[in-house]
């Protein structure tokens, strides 16, 4: 898609984005390309999920946990080596190219929708 293509407010409504909170992270060495293997925790209505994170230039894993997140969480789980992935963790790379986390600067519930 082009950044001059158009969508309608039905198309974005398709796309679940939510916040959760990482509450687990660790190294995930069976990826192709250097990642983390991320629990996060999206409130009680959709639980804790699993992600594969490509991460790891800018992020370790200890500071990963109690970090807010936004992820979409209605794509269909993906197999990523040993790992089943339940929900697209949001970055923007940076000059480099390298996944910086799409981030709340302000804390708020688990489990909230992006509009």
């Known amino acids: 898609m082009s950044s001059t293509e158009t969508i309608d407010w039905a198309d974005f409504e398709k796309v679940d984005i939510r916040v959760g909170t990482i509450v687990e992270a660790e190294p ?58 339940e929900v697209l963790t949001l970055g923007l790379p940076d000059e480099a190219g390298e996944v910086v986390l799409a981030a709340i600067d302000k804390k708020v519930p688990n489990g909230g929708k992006l509009f």
């Open 28 to 85: 995930f060495p069976q990826a192709r390309k250097p990642a983390y293997k991320l629990k996060i925790d999206f409130g009680a209505a959709i639980g804790v999920k699993k992600s594969s994170a490509q991460i790891t230039s800018h992020y370790a894993p200890e500071e990963l946990v109690g970090k807010q997140v936004l992820a979409v969480v209605n794509f269909p789980p993906r197999q990523i080596g040993p790992f089943m992935s």
